[in-house]
């Protein structure tokens, strides 16, 4: 069985979520972590233990060799890294995809534009 594991970057409004709902696979997020009762209620204090229990979910998925999708904004290089060590580890190849906002897509979870312009500009592409 080929284990894959898709790693969906892009800013906010960009249609990550999606674009991964699509896939028909597993799919994960750190927003997940912020919905209660169906309802998302984003914590920023909280937002290492959110990328804390995506990285703990995918490996769990990882452990029954589900194909996976994981949509996190992935701005920068460093934050792909864990679940390309746990890629690495149980055998999964990984493919990054970066979604753009091409669209003119919202963002659902109220992001600022001005955090948005921050993300925009510190976005690492390794081609």
Not at 28 to 51: C, R, T
Not at 65 to 91: C, D, H, R
């Amino acid at each position: 069985m080929n284990k894959e594991l898709v790693l969906l970057r892009g800013l906010p409004g960009s249609g990550k979520s999606t674009i991964a709902k699509s896939l028909g696979i597993k799919h994960l997020e750190a927003d997940m972590f912020f919905i209660e009762n169906g309802e998302y209620k984003f914590n920023p204090s909280k937002i290492k233990n959110a990328h804390a229990w995506c990285q703990a979910e995918c490996e769990h998925l990882m452990k029954w060799e589900f194909n996976i999708v994981v949509s996190n904004t992935f701005t920068q290089e460093w934050e792909m890294m864990p679940y390309i060590e746990l890629a690495k580890k149980y055998g999964y190849k990984v493919h990054t995809i970066i979604v753009e906002n091409r669209h003119g897509g919202k963002n659902t979870h109220n992001v600022p534009t001005e955090t948005i312009e921050k993300m925009r500009n510190r976005f690492e592409v390794k081609l």
